[in-house]
Structures are given as structure tokens and as C-alpha cells.
């Protein structure tokens, strides 16, 4: 199932004008605050009619403004998640999940309640109310209400932006296995690099309400134009796989036959992963750097060169492990010689890589 977007609108001084594809897996609009990703999905939900446009779902017209199509929400079979949970606090989270099972179509194919309470791991909280719950929780509680209606596309709009380091970490897990288990769109807005590198399948980028890049998650954020040259969140994502874990509390990964060394990972040997790495957490040196504390050396190439407003500059890197950016200074890269083609090496402190940066490679 896959969901087709194109669409213009303006208020006030703001104009959207954009047209991507969201297949089955996660699809992350991805941008700063006013960059449009909320009038997107309130546009898909039916909560926004669009002044020009067409938004179709598996083929299926929501709104078509030249045929006059615009369906309401309650007929689009989307489920929907708000930033805050927006359970009922009189009914027990039992209820809450019956709840949305109450608006799934008849003869629609239903998830099993069961199994969408082992999928989030909610079955201890049945018989709590929402009061009784942390963030994390509620999160998850409102996730599996959203499922139980049935739905063929699923909207998550910034879902985690209220919760602390510990609750994000807690319920990404949950994601991924949504991402991987249903065959269903899922479509998730965030301004948070490391939930698009960690959660994507598909990543669109949005600038002032215009689609500045699209396509798989390595591809989109090893883009040194998708992010200026001066952003601390900028960084690109590995696939790896998990070889051993060392007794030191060491991972060793192989990522595209180089050794990796991060953090103990809780993946079994064998395991697929995917790494971000931050750009300003990456050294580059011309030559085989020696006599370093570092353990993560990878020889790459220069690909491009990026210098931004002020002394910073993004260089994206080609290694056999995949795109790299490192953040350096204008001034380190004229003292290098860096230009594209450039061999360079790029140097990755190990503890550098937090666990939130580490998931599954889906």
C-alpha cells in the first residue's frame, strides 16, 4: 500500500507546495519548526483541505480539488498520533484500545488485540488508567488504540517531542518493529535527526514548505545540502552488522568490511544495524593517523565539499562502510588540501556514538 501526496496551500504569508510517495515502512517528514510537516499531515488526515491537490492512498482518492474529491476524516481509515497521547483519563487503558476498535469499518481486516498488545508491550497496563502511566506509556497506549481501528495508513506527528531521553529510548524500539512488521504507510514528522536516521525507510526533507530531497534515510542525511554546515545535528547513517561482543563492554560491527567499535549494543552476533554518526564527531587526516586513543579509523574519499555562512564547512566522505559526513572548519579544510576526490581518513571516537544513535537496520 502506498500513499502518493501532492499538494499546494498557502496561508498568510506561508505557501506549501510539494509531491512525494510514502511506501509501505516509516516516511519521516523531516525539517525545522515552519518548515510545513504538520499542514502535510493535517492534509492527509483531512483536518486541512488543500487549495490545490491530490492525495491518494493505494489509489484511493482522499482529496482530489480538480475532481472535487474531498473525503472526512472518519471515512479516510487513517489512525492518528498527537504529540500527547490524548487517551481517555476515565476509562482503563483496556478500554482506551476497544476504543479505537470501535471505529475500524465492518468486514475491515482487524489487528488482534492480543497481538498488538505483545507488539508494544502493554499488556501489564490493561487494567491501569491513564493517570496511572508514565509518558513512555501512554505513548504506547495510544499507538495500539490507533492500530485496533483498522487503519491503512498511519499518522504520527512529532509523537516522542514530549518525552525526556529516557522515554524516547524506551518506545523507539516500538516503532521500529511497527516499521517492519505492518504493511502499512506510516507517515512521522520530526525535526530530530537521530529519530529520521534511527525510524526511516524514507526520508522528505522540507525546506520553507518545498521538498528539498527524498529517498532512503543513508541517502537523504549523507546529503551535506540537506542540512547547513553550522548544524549540530547533521550526520549520516551505516548499516552494520553485530560480529562479537568483547568482554571490555566493546561491540565489534563489520560495516562494509570495516571494523567498528562502539558501546556495548544489545544485538545478538549477526544482527543488522543501523549507526549514526554525527558530523561534528568525525576527524579527518590525509594520512594513516598514528598513535591515537581512537579505535574507529575508516579511509575514505572526498565527495563534496560544503562551506556554510560562517567558519564551518560539511565534508561528505565515500568509505566502503557508506556516506560520512564530518563537520571541520574552512580553514582545516584549505590546510588539508581537501577537494573532491581527495583519499582522506576519517577518525570516529567510539563513546562518541550514543545508544539512542544505535538501532535496528530494518
Not at 480539488?65 to 504529540?83: C, K, M, N, S, T
Not at 529510548?169 to 520530526?190: G, H, K, M, Q, T
Not at 558501546?263 to 545478538?268: E, H, L, N, Q, V
Request: glycine share 12%; hydrophobic share 50%.
Amino acid at each position: 500500500m502506498t500513499l502518493d501526496v501532492a499538494l499546494r496551500h498557502s496561508f498568510g504569508a506561508f505557501s506549501l507546495d510539494i509531491a512525494f510517495v510514502a511506501p509501505p515502512g516509516i516516511t519521516v517528514l523531516f525539517g525545522r519548526s515552519g518548515s510545513g510537516k504538520t499542514t502535510i499531515v493535517n492534509a492527509v488526515a483531512g483536518l486541512v483541505r488543500p487549495s490545490a491537490g491530490r492525495i491518494a492512498l493505494d489509489g484511493r482518492p482522499l482529496t482530489d480539488a480538480e475532481a472535487g474529491v474531498f473525503l472526512p476524516p472518519h471515512r479516510r481509515r487513517i489512525g492518528y498520533v498527537f504529540q500527547e497521547g490524548r487517551l481517555f483519563p476515565h476509562l482503563t487503558v483496556r478500554r482506551n484500545l476497544l476504543y479505537g476498535s470501535w471505529f475500524a469499518p465492518r468486514g475491515a481486516k482487524r489487528e488482534d488485540f492480543g497481538r498488538i498488545v505483545e507488539m508494544l508491550g502493554i499488556g501489564p497496563l490493561l487494567g491501569r488508567r491513564p493517570g496511572a502511566l508514565s509518558g513512555g506509556e501512554k505513548s504506547r497506549v495510544a499507538l495500539g488504540r490507533a492500530l485496533l481501528s483498522a487503519p491503512q495508513l498511519l499518522l504520527a506527528d512529532e509523537p516522542l517531542a514530549a518525552l525526556d531521553a529516557a522515554r524516547k529510548a524506551e518506545i523507539l524500539p516500538y516503532f521500529e518493529r511497527l516499521r517492519d512488521e505492518l504493511a502499512i504507510p506510516i507517515l512521522y514528522v520530526s525535526h530530530a535527526a537521530s529519530e529520521v536516521a534511527r525510524l526511516a525507510t524514507t526520508v522528505v526533507a522540507l525546506e520553507a514548505g518545498r521538498v528539498i530531497a527524498q529517498g532512503p534515510a543513508a541517502e537523504v542525511l549523507g546529503d551535506p545540502t540537506v542540512l547547513p554546515a553550522g548544524a549540530r545535528e547533521a550526520g549520516a547513517v551505516l548499516t552494520a552488522r553485530v560480529v562479537r561482543h568483547h568482554a571490555d563492554g566493546l561491540s565489534e560491527l563489520d560495516a562494509g568490511g570495516c571494523a567498528l567499535f562502539l558501546p556495548w549494543i544489545d544485538r545478538a552476533p549477526g544482527a543488522a544495524i543501523r549507526v549514526r554518526i554525527a558530523a561534528h564527531d568525525v576527524l579527518l587526516a590525509r594520512a594513516w593517523p598514528e598513535g591515537l586513543s581512537a579505535l574507529n579509523i575508516l579511509p575514505g574519499t572526498v565527495a563534496e565539499i560544503r562551506a556554510g555562512e560562517g567558519p564551518g564547512a560539511m565534508v561528505a566522505l565515500d568509505t566502503p562502510a557508506g556516506r560520512l559526513l564530518a563537520r571541520i572548519t574552512r580553514r582545516s579544510a584549505e590546510a588539508l588540501g581537501l577537494a573532491p576526490g581527495a583519499a582522506v581518513h576519517a577518525v570516529v571516537k567510539s563513546v562518541a556514538v550514543a545508544p539512542a544513535d544505535v538501532g535496528a537496520a530494518g
